[in-house]
């Protein structure tokens, strides 16, 4: 669910021009289900990453098939017509180039979820299931720290198929419940699991068309090798038909160090 050769860029070509995408499980422990085509008529308003990523990063491939479905999709397109205009306005004049590019397209996610000390694409891999985009932040010297692996596919039709965020590959530190794709409401009980020490532990639901969260729950202290965490927490109505559930850690070196999400539907 949650959570290789640079020589295979013919293959990468293969996974842009593809015209009809059906994606993978965003994670290994996800559901299957076909995302909504929603009627929204405008893309969303998400404004262009302000970094650029490092044209070193690390790529990797294998073999890769078309994608199956996923649960929901979260950023940062809401539905295909979303990603039809944007399509139209890249078409006639260039715009917001960065959803091509899933490095971009991570880092902007980290940024929306208001997380804006990652800065870095660490290292990318793109397999069978879409793009795994590793993004963090400088330690010292040039050394990087990895925050989360944001996972991504390719959403749409055409000849210019942006990216689009599907979850996060989670390992040390998850969300566990809510599953992917389930309908919530609110008060809503989170939890996971993580690795660390000392750990605080926020989270936050918010939607894509919004500015700042609905509701957030700060802060669960935890620590241990796989330990559980639970928080509760209150939102306001959403006018999305999804939410992204995530939570983050940190306090030892910046204020985010760590993150996951998960995606639901409002109930």
Avoid at 10 to 23: D, E, K, N, Y
Avoid at 226 to 234: E, I, L, N, Q, R
């Amino acid at each position: 669910m949650r959570r290789a050769d640079v020589g295979s860029r013919t293959l990468l070509a293969v996974v842009v021009t593809v015209t009809s995408v059906v994606f993978a499980a965003a994670c290994g422990a996800k559901q299957s289900a076909q995302p909504a085509a929603t009627t929204a008529s405008t893309a969303t308003t998400t404004t262009a990453p302000t970094t650029t990523t490092s044209t070193t990063v690390p790529v990797t491939t294998t073999t890769a098939t078309a994608p199956a479905s996923v649960d929901v999709v979260l950023f940062p397109f809401a539905n295909l017509a979303e990603v039809a205009a944007w399509q139209a306005s890249y078409r006639d004049g260039g715009h917001q180039p960065w959803h091509l590019d899933a490095n971009e397209t991570a880092l902007a996610f980290a940024r929306f979820l208001g997380y804006t000390s990652i800065t870095k694409a660490v290292w990318q891999r793109t397999d069978a299931a879409g793009a795994h985009v590793a993004v963090g932040f400088v330690t010292e010297g040039a050394s990087t720290a990895t925050a989360a692996v944001v996972h991504l596919v390719r959403y749409g039709s055409g000849s210019d198929v942006p990216w689009e965020v599907v979850g996060t590959d989670d390992d040390e530190f998850a969300i566990t419940t809510p599953v992917d794709g389930v309908a919530v409401t609110s008060p809503l009980g989170v939890g996971g699991r993580i690795s660390g020490v000392d750990e605080s532990i926020k989270v936050q639901v918010v939607q894509l068309h919004a500015n700042g969260a609905l509701g957030t729950f700060c802060c669960v202290p935890a620590g241990g090798m796989g330990s559980p965490w639970h928080a509760t927490v209150a939102f306001a109505h959403p006018t999305d038909p999804v939410l992204i559930v995530s939570a983050s850690t940190g306090g030892h070196v910046q204020n985010v160090e760590r993150f996951t999400v998960t995606g639901v539907r409002a109930g």
